[in-house]
T-cell receptor, first 114, second 115 residues
Framework: DSGVTQTPKHLITATGQRVTLRCSPRSGDLSVYWYQQSLDQGLQFLIQ???????AKGNILERFSAQQFPDLHSELNLSSLELGDSALYFC?????????????FGPGTRLTVL | AQSVAQPEDQVNVAEGNPLTVKCTYSVSGNPYLFWYVQYPNRGLQFLLK??????LVKGSYGFEAEFNKSQTSFHLKKPSALVSDSALYFCAVRDMVSRDDKIIFGKGTRLHILP
């Protein structure tokens, strides 16, 4: 158990809908990362937050947004969902914003868009 | 642009034999390099990382990796494979100082250890 929690575990929704994925980092970790894992694209870095502020940005679509709250939990919002958004979404955390830090991954949220 | 290549989708090794999972990278500056393992229906777990210093890095579960700057490689190795090592392995790179800070993962290599 990494200490990172994600809810829900599974999410099934329809195209055009909007969903919110939630992540609680390990106790004391200030950085939160979001990833998308799909069969065709592999593991894609979406975005990093550090202590409430956006720190690094990857291949995140404009339909997707994230934020980190004062209690350090984070939410990833996915809107206008398409079939291709079906994937496993991981959250990870690390103690600081230092690039040398390894990350601790949550168990993921499996999103199915029908 | 940063990139990571894991040239083998799958590696099969007999139990007890040495294993190698290959990774090459490209960054504009100096890299931080990481290996992670993913077991079925689980999140990724950190194995080891290269920051600076000794080119041979030792990590969890008896794994090690060798940083080779001239070949831009960071291959994962283990002297004697166990069936329980069967999993999906990811190499990742992050540029130390680039303003365009992204974390790039390879596509993963599935390791099968045959009993």
């Amino acid at each position: 158990d990494s200490g990172v929690t994600q809810t829900p575990k599974h999410l099934i929704t329809a195209t055009g809908q909007r969903v919110t994925l939630r992540c609680s980092p390990r106790s004391g970790d200030l950085s939160v990362y979001w990833y998308q894992q799909s069969l065709d694209q592999g593991l894609q870095f979406l975005i990093q937050y550090y202590n409430g502020e956006e720190r690094a940005k990857g291949n995140i679509l404009e339909r997707f947004s994230a934020q980190q709250f004062p209690d350090l939990h984070s939410e990833l919002n996915l809107s206008s969902l398409e079939l291709g958004d079906s994937a496993l979404y991981f959250c990870a955390s690390s103690p600081s914003d230092q690039r040398r830090n390894e990350q601790f991954f949550g168990p993921g949220t499996r999103l199915t868009v029908l | 642009a940063q990139s990571v290549a894991q040239p083998e989708d799958q590696v099969n090794v007999a139990e007890g034999n040495p294993l190698t999972v290959k990774c090459t990278y490209s960054v504009s500056g100096n890299p931080y390099l990481f290996w992670y393992v993913q077991y079925p229906n689980r999140g990724l777990q950190f194995l080891l990382k290269y920051i600076t210093g000794d080119n041979l890095v030792k990590g969890s579960y008896g794994f090690e990796a060798e940083f080779n700057k001239s070949q831009t490689s960071f291959h994962l190795k283990k002297p004697s494979a166990l069936v329980s090592d069967s999993a999906l392995y990811f190499c990742a790179v992050r540029d130390m100082v680039s303003r365009d800070d992204k974390i790039i993962f390879g596509k993963g290599t599935r390791l099968h250890i045959l009993p």
